[in-house]
C-alpha cells in the first residue's frame, strides 16, 4: 500500500494539487470565487460623497479620484483624500470621502446649469491577496440649493 500525502493550504480536507479547484477558499472546491467591488449608489452632500462599496469577499479598499473643475484656462483637477475602508464578505459599506474646500467654494458659485466631473476609483485587495478595481465617473451640478447629483 502506497500513501501520497499532498499539501492543504486552506485546510479543508481536499489535496492542493489533485482534489482541491481552489486552494485559497476553503468554502469552495471547485474553481475560486473571483473577488469584485462595485461602487452601486453615491450621494452627494455640501461636505461630501458619500459611496457605498460591495465586495464579494472579506479585504480592505482604497477610494482614491479626482474632481475636474472647468476654468478660463483649461480643467483644474482636483484630487480628493484617499479614504480606506474595511469590507466585510457580501455586505454594503459607506464610505465619506470628504469634499475639498476649493471644489465646495467652487459650486456654492456655479450655476445649476453647469457641472464639475467626478471620478472615484475603488481598489479592493481580498484577505487571500485577490485585486479588483471599480471606476465610477459622475457629475455634480453647481449651487447647493438643489444639491442634486446626475450621472
Known sequence: MTAIAEPDF????YGDETQDGCSIQ???????????????RRRVTS?????????????????????????????RAVEVTPVEV????KAVVTARVQMPRGVRRYLAKLPR?????VELLATGTSEHGNEARALRRF?????????????
Do not use: N
Not at 486552506?10 to 480536507?13: I, L, N, S, T
Not at 480592505?60 to 475636474?68: D, L, V
Open 10 to 13: 486552506d485546510a479543508d480536507g
Open 26 to 40: 476553503s468554502w469552495t472546491h471547485g474553481p475560486c470565487e473571483a473577488f469584485g467591488i462595485l461602487v452601486p
Open 47 to 75: 461636505q461630501a460623497i458619500w459611496v457605498q462599496l460591495e465586495a464579494t469577499m472579506a479585504g480592505t479598499a482604497t477610494i482614491t479620484g479626482s474632481i475636474s473643475l472647468p476654468r478660463r484656462q483649461g480643467i
Open 86 to 89: 474595511a469590507l466585510p464578505a
Open 113 to 117: 446649469k453647469k457641472r464639475v466631473r
Open 139 to 151: 457629475g455634480i451640478k453647481g449651487r447647493w440649493a438643489s444639491l442634486s447629483t446626475t450621472g
